[in-house]
């Protein structure tokens, strides 16, 4: 650990990853105005004391809808990337550690999965679910699976053959006592570097969603969303686009310099 | 390279499509109202949906509905758009060859600005320049496409830039220099996010490939600096600069979705987005086996140049 602490991307990322899990827990409550308050006289504008990062089109604080978006936008990244290596895992490490004809025709359906790109695979689950938060959080979650159980197969795999486990084999242990206590400790540190990363590109599909109108539906204050209400007002103000698109760039980052950080510390091969 | 390879790769590929041709055929059966209703409409009766239904054969069991789909597709025969009234394989077949002529003018940018990037970040270590291509690379990364498409439209295409247009197509055949202004947001939007994933990887892979023994053992032999770079280093990091950058061909499938909406190009994104829109299930499900079958293929080829690339790879 004293490695991840001289490691410069990983402080920059738990330094970001901190600014944003406080925006999670307390932006509501320090949020200076109600997110969706019209102040019609202050439209579209820049920033100034009374409000920090300022208005959008019906003059509604920027700063107060950032810190309450910020719920909905890494919530659901963070959701939906749980989901995903929940199910991953059990799928990955059951074809990994039972082996044979299950683990080819296992392997060959998510081969048949991956073979479809990540977006165009959530909109055609959202397109059959119809769109919604919580429908393109299942939707980014089932896309994000077969990758996940990927990782964990061949995490499981590669740890089957060690001297540790051949060890326990030796001694007589029990298949589930090699499973619980030996194969999935180590298999771990891999899957949490994988989904650390991938709460990054859930974060970025989700505005994507919201961006298209196939996530979260006005009036959130999803991120991905207020750029795509602002969008038209784009030339008159960058400032109202910028300020939210930022944002999602900020956090997205935070989960990659973490994630990058967490991989090297957890593989003392890779040298920095 | 065996023959035997080949064969079992070529496959591999053919399975994959199989697989996916019936994942995309089971999604589009659960999506709800079937063909009937998108024809007719919503206000349609019980009777005249039945009857329609009964004329399309959408009552009988799913897999003859499959196996027919499944066998039209093999004779090139893609079904009639329900919303366009063209034949699928029409529609389809214009937006890919503008989505190509997107696509492949990306790629091959990024190809050419990334991989130098990225050995000059392994080679100069820890300088400037290094720290520079690093933050680049982990911005890039962490903007979603319509992120950086807005961002471009505002300071290169609103009143403060004004140089190029904000969206649009012309065809290459019909005027470069017209396709060239139109192609440069879209491409450089797909562009960054590739280019700095691209650009990060090479780095990597050159770092570790400039830590092993055998280059050490090319220094202490005497050799100089620049023959071991180009001689030794270089031909090294490359088959794993192709592999990545075949993955990123998924990336690639996925933006340009979004881009095309944003920009108004007449490509397969925004003709999957008005698909989506408007349920027009055999369009979707030639898009999503065509995005596959590209993704698949260019995996394939990837795979094949990299076997040529490195001869300790032996099938």
Request: glycine share 10%; hydrophobic share 55%.
């Amino acid at each position: 650990m004293s490695d991840f602490v001289r490691h410069p991307a990983g402080v920059a990322g738990a330094i970001l990853l901190t600014i944003i899990a406080l925006a999670v827990l307390f932006g509501p409550l320090v949020a200076p105005y109600d997110p969706q308050a019209f102040h019609t006289t202050v439209r579209l504008q820049g920033p100034s004391a009374d409000h920090w990062l300022g208005t959008d089109q019906f003059g509604r604080d920027l700063l107060s809808r950032l810190l309450f978006g910020a719920r909905s936008t890494i919530a659901f990244g963070v959701g939906a990337t749980m989901i995903s290596v929940i199910a991953g895992s059990l799928i990955g490490v059951t074809a990994g550690v039972v082996g044979g004809w299950i683990d080819s025709v296992i392997m060959r359906g998510l081969d048949g999965m991956l073979a479809v790109p990540d977006l165009l695979f959530v909109l055609l689950i959202v397109t059959m679910l119809g769109a919604g938060t919580g429908e393109a959080m299942l939707a980014v979650s089932i896309a994000f699976t077969p990758g996940m159980a990927r990782i964990s197969r061949s995490s499981v795999l590669s740890i089957r053959t060690r001297e540790y486990v051949l060890a326990a084999v030796a001694r007589g242990e029990s298949q589930r006592y090699i499973i619980l206590s030996e194969v999935i400790p180590n298999a771990i540190g891999p899957i949490i570097v994988e989904g650390t990363i991938r709460v990054s590109f859930a974060i970025m599909i989700g505005a994507t969603l919201g961006f298209l109108g196939m996530g979260a539906q006005p009036p959130s204050t999803e991120w991905g969303l207020m750029v795509s209400e602002a969008r038209q007002f784009m030339y008159r103000s960058p400032w109202v686009v910028a300020v939210p698109g930022l944002a999602i760039a900020v956090a997205a980052m935070g989960f990659n310099l973490f994630g990058d950080a967490l991989r090297d510390a957890f593989d003392p091969r890779r040298s920095r | 390279m065996s023959l035997g390879y080949l064969t079992r790769r070529l496959f591999s590929v053919l399975l994959v499509l199989v697989i996916v041709s019936f994942a995309v055929f089971a999604i589009t059966m659960i999506l709800p109202g079937n063909a009937a209703v998108m024809i007719l409409g919503e206000y349609a009766t019980e009777d005249q949906l039945l009857a329609l239904a009964e004329v399309l054969g959408l009552n009988r069991p799913w897999y003859i509905q499959y196996f027919e789909w499944a066998g039209n597709i093999l004779q090139a025969d893609w079904g009639m758009s329900l919303r366009l009234s063209l034949p699928v394989g029409e529609v389809v077949g214009d937006a890919f060859w503008n989505s190509a002529s997107l696509a492949v003018t990306a790629l091959v940018t990024v190809i050419i600005i990334a991989i130098p990037l990225g050995i000059l970040a392994a080679l100069y270590r820890g300088s400037k320049v290094d720290l520079g291509i690093g933050l680049f690379a982990y911005v890039g990364t962490a903007m979603p496409e319509f992120v950086t498409a807005t961002l471009l439209l505002v300071f290169l295409a609103g009143s403060a830039g004004g140089y190029l247009p904000a969206g649009g197509f012309i065809a290459p055949n019909e005027s470069f220099p017209g396709f060239v202004s139109h192609v440069i947001l879209p491409a450089g939007t797909l562009g960054l996010i590739l280019m700095a994933h691209i650009a990060r990887q090479v780095r990597s892979e050159m770092s570790d490939v400039l830590a092993s023994d055998y280059i050490r053992a090319a220094r202490l032999k005497g050799l100089r600096e620049r023959t071991v770079i180009r001689r030794h280093a270089l031909p090294n990091s490359l088959a794993p600069a192709v592999a990545v950058i075949s993955l990123d061909i998924g990336y690639l499938l996925g933006g340009i979705i979004v881009v095309e909406e944003i920009f108004a190009w007449p490509g397969l994104g925004r003709l999957l987005i008005y698909a989506l829109e408007n349920r027009d299930l055999p369009v979707i499900q030639a898009i999503t086996l065509l995005l596959a079958a590209v993704y698949a293929l260019s995996n394939l080829f990837s795979d094949l140049v990299i076997a040529a690339l490195d001869p300790r790879v032996r099938y």
